[in-house]
């Protein structure tokens, strides 16, 4: 006996189409069907918990159920300072530290000076440098502005300042007792 086996067509069953609509349809239905705003019912906390029924409850003492008017009419506290700001958008500030007991007694004046004043700030600029080039001897221009002076590293200037050294873009200078050093930048006198 042989059976002829239908071969499989290119084009889906009938039946299958109905299903698969009548599938889309009630995923489309139930997505789109109005439900109450809450949601699904979540089931209570004390779900399990038995309740007493009305043959448990005792009953209520008439003492209990009358309103004490004389409450009303105490009065009533006296309002604090108000610590709330709605205008203001800040975390409440921190408590004012203890007061301290006591504290030793601090001079209030500036510190006592110990030894000499610092001598006054030398008031040469460095305008310049002429340098030899076969001896290799650096010669600085300066000027207070009014004069206008000229030395080596070592020498002395005006008779108050030595000259320590004489570098691309600045000198060092101090007062010929040692006091005082600077360091001055390579720069002009201001225009007259």
Do not use: H
């Amino acid at each position: 006996m042989a059976t002829e086996e239908t071969a499989p067509t290119g084009r889906p069953r009938p039946w299958l189409l109905i299903v698969l609509a009548l599938a889309v349809i009630g995923l489309v239905a139930s997505w789109m069907w109005p439900t109450d705003s809450t949601g699904l019912a979540s089931p209570s906390s004390n779900a399990g918990a038995q309740t007493p029924g009305r043959r448990d409850q005792k009953k209520a003492d008439p003492a209990d159920l009358q309103v004490r008017l004389d409450d009303l009419k105490a009065p009533r506290p006296e309002l604090g300072p108000a610590e709330r700001n709605p205008f203001r958008f800040q975390p409440k500030p921190p408590p004012p530290p203890p007061p301290e007991t006591a504290r030793p007694a601090v001079p209030s004046g500036p510190p006592p000076v110990t030894g000499p004043p610092p001598p006054p700030p030398i008031p040469l600029k460095f305008i310049g440098i002429v340098e030899e080039k076969q001896g290799g001897l650096k010669v600085a221009a300066m000027s207070d502005c009014r004069s206008t002076y000229y030395g080596s590293e070592g020498q002395v200037i005006d008779g108050r300042y030595r000259l320590i050294k004489i570098g691309v873009e600045s000198m060092v200078i101090e007062y010929v007792d040692g006091r005082g050093r600077t360091t001055v930048r390579l720069e002009g006198c201001p225009a007259r």
